[in-house]
T-cell receptor
Framework: GAVVSQHPSWVICKSGTSVKIECRSL??????MFWYRQFPKQSLMLMAT?????????EQGVEKDKFLINHASLTLSTLTVTSAHPEDSSFYIC?????????????FGPGTRLLVL | AQSVTQPDIHITVSEGASLELRCNYS??????LFWYVQSPGQGLQLLLK??????LVQGIKGFEAEFKRSQSSFNLRKPSVHWSDAAEYFC????????????FGTGTRLQVTL
């Protein structure tokens, strides 16, 4: 149980284009989803927290107009990197959680590697 | 604000040897603590977690961790390492007594020699 998927697993795009990454909880309903960014050989940095049906909460320093997050249902959240530039190249990981329930936990997806040329 | 320190950036052990990965946290109240493992190019897999109760927590793949409040530690152990355990290990603490905002340590890369 508690499986989270991401699509695509990797994407290469040209500078200036937009890229959408999907995060799905496959066997449970996630009240909250999180988006992280991981640079090579570094830890995860939380970008934003999204709750189903409401606006995402972004961490300090994360541009909300550049990283658009939509959490349309209890099983799907999307991250759109708008007007991507080479510095946006990174490994993006989502997680899903059922916060508010006893022994809540974040379950992570397999990640999406983005390369912007 | 909470923080997590993993003092060992890189550890090498022989297959069959025991393993202990260190994790120290800073948090004012009783923390929610997690250990995750990440294989190259993959997402994170939950190994185990501590919320309350028994301070010795059993996880998957033969791992266990012990919460020691007096030392602010949550070290991960395995009695006999397998070559497939080679990966990056992250310790994390949840803020506000929840898993809502995880703060991760910088990770420990485990290498297993045959």
């Amino acid at each position: 149980g508690a499986v989270v998927s991401q699509h695509p697993s990797w994407v290469i795009c040209k500078s200036g284009t937009s890229v959408k990454i999907e995060c799905r909880s496959l066997d449970f309903q996630a009240t909250t989803m999180f988006w992280y960014r991981q640079f090579p050989k570094q830890s995860l940095m939380l970008m934003a927290t999204s709750n189903e049906g409401s606006k995402a909460t972004y961490e300090q320093g994360v541009e909300k107009d550049k990283f658009l997050i939509n959490h349309a249902s209890l099983t799907l959240s999307t991250l759109t990197v708008t007007s991507a530039h080479p510095e946006d190249s990174s490994f993006y990981i989502c997680s899903a959680s059922t916060l508010g329930q006893i022994k809540e936990t974040q379950y992570f997806g397999p990640g999406t590697r983005l390369l912007v040329l | 604000a909470q923080s997590v320190t993993q003092p060992d950036i890189h550890i090498t052990v022989s297959e069959g040897a025991s393993l202990e990965l260190r994790c120290n946290y800073s948090y004012g109240a009783t923390p929610y603590l997690f250990w995750y493992v990440q294989s190259p190019g993959q997402g994170l897999q939950l190994l185990l977690k501590y919320f309350s109760g028994d301070t010795l927590v059993q996880g998957i793949k033969g791992f266990e961790a012990e919460f020691k409040r007096s030392q602010s530690s949550f070290n991960l152990r395995k009695p006999s390492v397998h070559w497939s355990d080679a990966a990056e290990y992250f310790c994390a603490v949840g803020a506000g007594g929840t898993a809502s905002k995880l703060t991760f340590g910088t990770g420990t890369r485990l290498q297993v020699t045959l």
